[in-house]
């Protein structure tokens, strides 16, 4: 399994941007799929997750709720996150993620121990 991410770039405060991130080598309608990020001298957080098929459960870390929105469409192997209103705290690498087994429910509790692919970051700059 390969995870391309791409869509980072520089914003101003209270812009908008949208990351996607493409699948390769496996079904992706089977897979929980994930975004987490990483600042500077912090740890990997989650931000978003989205249960595998339809995609009808999501959940979102508290610092993006309402403004970040995570959706997938399964016929391009594609998984998004449509991120409003951003802030200069939301400035870091952005990986996207896959899970085969776990619930995304478990991706949202127990965070990146219980991820198996991880794809390459894009770097989301929010400029105050």
């Known amino acids: 399994v390969q995870l391309q991410a791409s869509g980072g770039g520089l914003v101003q405060a209270g812009g908008s941007l949208t990351l996607s991130c493409v699948l390769s080598g496996d079904i992706f309608s089977t897979y929980v799929m994930a975004w987490f990020r990483q600042a500077p001298g912090e740890v990997r957080e989650f931000v978003a997750t989205i249960s595998r098929y339809g995609g009808a459960t999501t959940y979102y870390a508290d610092s993006v709720k309402g403004r970040f929105t995570i959706s997938r469409d399964n016929a391009k192997k594609t998984v998004y996150l449509q991120m409003n209103s951003l802030k200069p705290e939301d400035t870091a690498l952005y990986y996207c993620?896959?899970?085969?087994?776990?619930?995304?429910?478990?991706?949202?509790?127990?965070?990146?121990?219980?991820?198996?692919?991880w794809g390459s970051g894009t770097l989301v700059t929010v400029s105050s």
């Open positions: 993620a896959a899970e085969p087994r776990e619930r995304p429910s478990d991706v949202y509790f127990r965070g990146a121990s219980v991820i198996n692919y």
